[in-house]
């Protein structure tokens, strides 16, 4: 009897297998941009299957599978493809949460590939069931058979997932781009502008910020606008029987009612994409989840939008804007709690190849970082400084400018318009996921691994896997245990920037911030998986300078019961690697170079206060020019007050003596000093450092070091050390010896 049920078993799956292998690949839409929201709430890429037979074909388990290595089994409840019916099968935005929808479980984890490819549907054990190639994408088209079933393939631009092709229209050629004379920009006076119109075709346009096709918007017959004394969004798209439709072209065109002087940065979309109650992404709406301290919002959805971003910068010569930017991309929300914060939430601008091919924006956004190529961009509100939104930028600022080897996010102030508004002076931000690791790496972001630290789910991998991580906190468990074992250190220092990151826990842990790794939040790394070492990534600064003991802080965390989610790792790993004596005296030293020298008072007061002032009159425009002067004021006492404090509990910590306060600097600008092998960043120092302390100087090119002067003499050896550690000294800690001849022989300790 088991028999005849196992052979009918068999038979079954014979018959499933024997129908699943009449299913054909009908259509594939990989540039979808803005036409079809998938059942993640998305605008992903698609396969569409055609069942030619009168039973309905289960595709239970069945496997999708591409010619780049990446394959995917569906779902037991992935449905049946219908007699003589169709289904789409909807590509990226999986998710076994509900981070997009209840349903993204469905859609296949990967993405279908903008440069073109192969398509497989595969049986459990591996057997291809059809597969299709397919050329590269055109954004807005479909490939697919010209009739359901058909040998025949071709471009649509009217692609219909899960219908009949055969009422489609095809064509093989897509029309030029629309030509407008007139760039984006900022205007005073009223003006015309034109748009070539080619011969036969038919210009489209509208000015809702939709995107134009032949059912939606007008129709220009001479190609000739005018703008007169508003802001204006006008988008293009030309259409031609027997052509497929250009892609659309946008312009923005903003009214000077204020006197715009930062970059702005103008996004174009239709409405619904932000704001409806189902599908908005920057609203609170009706298909939201709870989370970030919120019962429920869309905000707190992890969706992605189309967008036209454009980024015009003041031209001082000429006293106008100029277009720097214009292309489509993807605009998400980000953030933690503050995406629930006034103004609004922080988001990323995310460019993509299936937007012409265009994955980076080509244009330098970032003074200080002019040589990166970012492909995303954050546009930031401010976080937990809201309302100053000059926090965690003074901060980052302060640090990166000193030239200390760490990994910052730049800044760049900018007014942002959203479909022709002025919303608010947000500012631009390097992004701080895998993103960054492209940019100031070239590390290929769909060959890195990368992680984040919470406070929801503790350590979460966002690309990659956790193989080398774990690899690292073993080690540093051993490193522990064996504190001696070099051959332990030089395997960590293998697989981490040590130098890097002795430099971020120094400036975390004399920061304090207090929603960092002490509350299991605002860490993030990444690393290249061909042999890379881990970059961690500072970020998220706003609530720095609160714990003046973090180093305490972080140890008392390390055995609390937030351990078992990952949420110490971090911690742990720090902890551990603290026992061997070389990290630890090199920590030591970083922490009190960022005292002496990256916080140094007169430096902080430079550089917020010019922030400040070069966002006060944008900040007005928000009603927050009060706000900005008081998170600055905050920021410049935070950041040059306690400095005694904090190296005293650091001192404290390690049972450290022989403290020294010294004060040296290089008599030429390029002039490069070490302490103990460490560059003192700024080149300047006045603090503490702990013995044994050795000091270096290194000459630029074209100079020579002549030795150190030191009360009107000079030591001639370059590598000196200064204070030995067998050496006794006395100190005073009891008010000044300023009035006292202290350096004389005849001194006596008891005067």
Not at 143 to 156: E, K, N
Request: aromatic share 12%; proline share 4%; with cysteine.
């Amino acid at each position: 009897m088991i028999l005849i049920v196992s052979m009918s078993l068999n038979v079954m799956a014979l018959r499933s297998q024997n129908q699943a292998e009449q299913l054909i690949i009908n259509e594939i839409q990989v540039a979808n941009i803005d036409m079809f929201v998938d059942p993640s709430y998305n605008y992903g890429g698609w396969v569409e299957l055609y069942n030619p037979t009168e039973s309905a074909i289960s595709l239970a388990g069945l496997v999708v599978s591409d010619s780049f290595g990446n394959s995917f089994q569906l779902p037991s409840d992935m449905g049946n493809v219908p007699a003589y019916g169709y289904k789409a099968i909807w590509f990226d935005h999986f998710d076994t949460g509900n981070q997009y929808s209840s349903v993204a479980y469905k859609q296949v984890d990967f993405k279908l590939q903008y440069e073109g490819g192969t398509i497989e549907l595969k049986d459990p054990d591996g057997n291809v069931l059809c597969s299709q190639s397919y050329p590269q994408a055109i954004q807005r088209c479909s490939y697919a058979r010209t009739s359901d079933g058909g040998d025949t393939w071709g471009w649509t631009s009217t692609p219909t997932p899960e219908s009949s092709n055969d009422g489609s229209t095809f064509a093989t050629t897509q029309l030029p781009s629309p030509v407008v004379d007139k760039d984006a920009t900022v205007f005073t006076s009223g003006f015309t502008f034109n748009v070539t119109i080619p011969e036969g075709a038919t210009l489209r346009f509208t000015t809702d910020c939709s995107t134009p096709t032949l059912d939606n918007g007008q129709t220009s017959t001479t190609g000739s606008f005018s703008v007169n004394g508003e802001t204006a969004v006008y988008r293009f798209r030309l259409f031609k029987d027997g052509y497929l439709p250009s892609s659309v072209v946008t312009r923005t065109y903003i009214y000077k009612d204020k006197e715009y002087y930062l970059p702005i940065i103008s996004i174009t979309t239709d409405d619904k994409n932000l704001n409806d109650n189902t599908i908005g992404a920057y609203v609170d709406g009706t298909n939201g989840i709870s989370g970030n301290n919120k019962s429920s919002s869309n905000k707190n959805r992890s969706w992605e939008r189309p967008v036209n971003f454009e980024y015009l910068v003041p031209d001082n010569e000429s006293g106008t804007y100029v277009m720097a930017l214009n292309q489509e991309c993807d605009f998400e929300v980000c953030g933690g709690w503050s995406r629930h914060f006034s103004p609004a939430a922080s988001f990323r601008l995310k460019s993509g190849k299936i937007y012409q091919g265009q994955n980076f924006f080509p244009y330098p956004v970032f003074d200080s970082k002019p040589y990166i190529k970012n492909k995303a961009l954050m546009i930031r509100n401010g976080g937990n400084d809201n309302n100053g939104r000059i926090k965690d930028a003074a901060m980052q600022e302060v640090v990166m400018s000193s030239g200390i080897n760490i990994d910052c996010q730049s800044t760049q102030p900018a007014h942002i318009f959203i479909n022709g508004q002025y919303k608010f002076m947000f500012n631009i931000r390097e992004p701080n996921n895998k993103n960054h690791g492209y940019s100031n790496f070239g590390i290929d972001t769909d060959d890195m691994d990368q992680f984040e630290l919470n406070t929801t789910n503790g350590y979460e991998q966002k690309a990659g896997d956790d193989i080398v991580f774990r690899q690292w906190m073993s080690l540093a468990q051993q490193l522990a245990d064996n504190p001696t074992d070099e051959s332990i250190y030089e395997q960590i220092c293998e697989i981490v920037d040590i130098d890097e990151y002795i430099n971020y826990m120094a400036v975390g842990c004399y920061s304090g911030d207090k929603d960092w790794m002490n509350y299991s939040n605002n860490v993030k790394g990444y690393r290249s998986r061909q042999g890379g070492k881990f970059h961690l990534i500072l970020m998220d600064t706003d609530q720095g300078f609160n714990d003046k003991n973090m180093i305490a802080t972080l140890i008392n965390n390390l055995n609390d019961n937030r351990y078992d989610t990952g949420k110490n790792f971090l911690i742990d790993i720090f902890y551990n690697m603290l026992k061997h004596e070389g990290f630890k005296k090199r920590f030591i030293d970083a922490f009190c170079l960022v005292d002496g020298s990256v916080f140094e008072p007169n430096r902080v007061n430079e550089i917020v206060t010019g922030m400040k002032d070069l966002a006060y009159n944008a900040m007005a425009f928000d009603g927050k020019a009060s706000n900005l002067t008081s998170s600055a004021n905050t920021a410049i006492n935070n950041m040059s007050n306690s400095h005694a404090e904090r190296i005293r509990n650091m001192k404290n910590y390690f049972e450290l003596t022989s403290p020294y306060n010294l004060k040296f600097s290089s008599n030429i600008d390029d002039g490069t000093l070490f302490v103990n092998n460490e560059e003192v960043p700024t080149g300047k120092f006045d603090g503490t450092l702990f013995a044994p302390i050795t000091l270096y100087a290194k000459a630029p090119a074209g100079y020579q070091f002549n030795g150190w002067e030191l009360d009107g003499s000079s030591y001639i050896n370059n590598a000196e050390t200064v204070f030995g550690t067998s050496v006794t000294w006395n100190y005073y800690q009891s008010g000044s010896l300023d009035n006292a001849n202290w350096k004389a022989e005849s001194y006596s300790q008891s005067s």
